[in-house]
Nanobody, 122 residues
Framework: QVQLVESGGGLVQAGGSLRLSCVAS????????MGWFRQAPGKQREFVAA????????YHGYLVKGRFTISRDNAKNTVYLQMNDLKPNDTAVYFC???????????????WGQGTQVAVSS
């Protein structure tokens, strides 16, 4: 299994930006699709964005489309989530996951990081 470590979270005012990183070690990062999910207190983990193993295709959930961008650098074993125009409803713990399939389904992901907290103040 690939090991994943997220970073880059923090506290930001509404309208601000953050860039999350997820560094992979071991496993099959360069052949896995990657995704970002988020989980707010009392809510289920929800899909944010996914990217294919080679970075040629990506998909963003409707709540973040046009504001967030997923990307990856296989030479650095890293996937990124650039978050712009942040809103208080974006407050959550953000997780990256690795999957054999390019998927929006949380159940398709076989490895997860520990998460990084993002808090957006109004």
């Amino acid at each position: 299994q690939v090991q994943l470590v997220e970073s880059g979270g923090g506290l930001v005012q509404a309208g601000g930006s953050l860039r999350l990183s997820c560094v992979a070690s071991g496993g099959t990062f360069s052949s896995d699709a990657m995704g970002w999910f988020r989980q707010a207190p009392g809510k289920q983990r929800e899909f944010v964005a996914a990217i294919t193993w080679d970075g040629t295709n990506s998909y963003h959930g409707y709540l973040v489309k046009g504001r967030f961008t997923i990307s990856r650098d296989n030479a650095k074993n890293t996937v990124y989530l650039q978050m712009n125009d942040l809103k208080p409803n974006d407050t959550a713990v953000y997780f990256c996951g690795a999957s054999r399939d390019y998927s929006t389904d949380v159940n398709h992901y076989h490895s997860w990081g520990q998460g990084t907290q993002v808090a957006v103040s109004s």
